[in-house]
């Protein structure tokens, strides 16, 4: 059973996260279209950022408020996911192509993201 201490620990975190304004909710498995959907666990599962046009701008370098362990790339673009924050080619980085990209096991922690123009 749980502590007092542990619980006001998660009543806590939950409530700084959900005051910052960052898009991160509980584990859903779905992923709309014009969406890019990242998970902080495989298979879809932990909390989700769920970002689209409106909230990922093409053709910049956009830090992930999760570190993302799947993802899908249900965009109208094809997006470049990367190990750094930063977007550095010098760590891991692969495009995706846009329309229904699945990713259940990445094969990098995921940290940024960059959306590609027309």
């Known amino acids: 059973m749980p502590t007092k201490s542990l619980i006001a620990a998660l009543v806590v975190t939950a409530g ?5 304004g960052i898009a991160v909710a509980q584990s859903d498995k779905s992923c709309d279209k014009g969406e890019f ?6 298979d879809y599962t932990g909390a989700v950022q769920r970002l689209d046009l409106e909230s990922a701008n093409p053709d910049e370098c956009i830090p992930l ?3 993302g362990r799947s993802f899908v790339n249900r ?3 094809d997006a470049t996911v990367y190990q750094r924050e930063t977007c550095s080619t010098e760590a891991e980085f692969t495009t995706y192509p846009k329309h229904g990209t699945y990713v259940p096991d990445a094969y990098f922690v995921v940290r940024a993201l960059q959306v590609w123009g027309p």
Request: aromatic share 6%.
């Open 16 to 20: 700084a996260v959900a005051s910052s």
């Open 37 to 42: 959907c990242v998970w902080a666990g495989p």
């Open 65 to 67: 408020s999760v570190v």
């Open 75 to 77: 965009l109208s673009r």
